[in-house]
T-cell receptor, first 110, second 111 residues
């Protein structure tokens, strides 16, 4: 499975945008980019996913580099409830397995 | 919304006991997964199942087995619990292109 690299931790101020980076230089053409987050004492929850084009949903935006070797999860206006561990994961098309790394621990400063 | 329910939130068992962790999903999904989560190691896949009575080993299956007798239920079994199996156990159901819905987890302590 192709691997992803994320910073161990990040901090951001409340009500400001947050950009969470992910490198995946060995991504293949059929790999989807998924983002999950894990709030304290809960299981991971789906945030967003994409293949080639940028994606938006009610939770976040996903910006994918043109060469697909990196991506950025964008939280447009961070709240204290966004404090969580964020995982960037590659999923091969047709394969239902997800391989998690250790993610980025996001701290929101009031 | 899909619901994945793990029967116990916290569990304390003795070394050598046989332990059953239960997981139920309510959406008739075929693919279900068991992960364990440990500090600094992230989530690691133990076993998964893509249909009733079908199972496949994940990355760390040693010391575990699974049972899938009905589509909605996927059980993780620790045949003889050991202290190094103290962990958070997470069950997930594959919901489609978006990926997984996870349960809230079972924190197992083996003493």
């Amino acid at each position: 499975d192709a691997k992803t690299t994320q910073p161990n931790s990040m901090e951001s101020n409340e009500e400001e945008p947050v950009h969470l980076p992910c490198n995946h230089s060995t991504i293949s053409g059929t790999d989807y980019i998924h983002w999950y987050r894990q709030l304290p004492s809960q299981g991971p929850e789906y945030v967003i996913h994409g293949l080639t084009s940028n994606v938006n949903n009610r939770m976040a935006s996903l910006a994918i580099a043109e060469d697909r070797k990196s991506s950025t999860l964008i939280l447009h206006r961070a709240t204290l409830r966004d404090a969580a561990v964020y995982y960037c994961i590659l999923r091969r098309g047709g394969n239902e397995k997800l391989t998690f790394g250790t993610g980025t621990r996001l701290t929101i400063i009031p | 919304d899909v619901k994945v329910t793990q029967s116990s939130r916290y569990l304390v068992k003795r070394t050598g006991e046989k332990v059953f962790l239960e997981c139920v999903q309510d959406m008739d999904h075929e693919n279900m997964f068991w992960y364990r989560q440990d500090p600094g190691l992230g989530l690691r896949l133990i076993y998964f199942s893509y249909d009733v009575k079908m199972k496949e080993k994940g990355d760390i299956p040693e010391g575990y087995s699974v049972s899938r007798e009905k589509k909605e239920r996927f059980s993780l079994i620790l045949e003889s619990a050991s202290t190094n199996q103290t962990s958070m156990y997470l069950c997930a159901s594959y919901t489609g292109p978006e990926g997984y819905t996870f349960g809230s987890g079972t924190r197992l302590t083996v003493v």
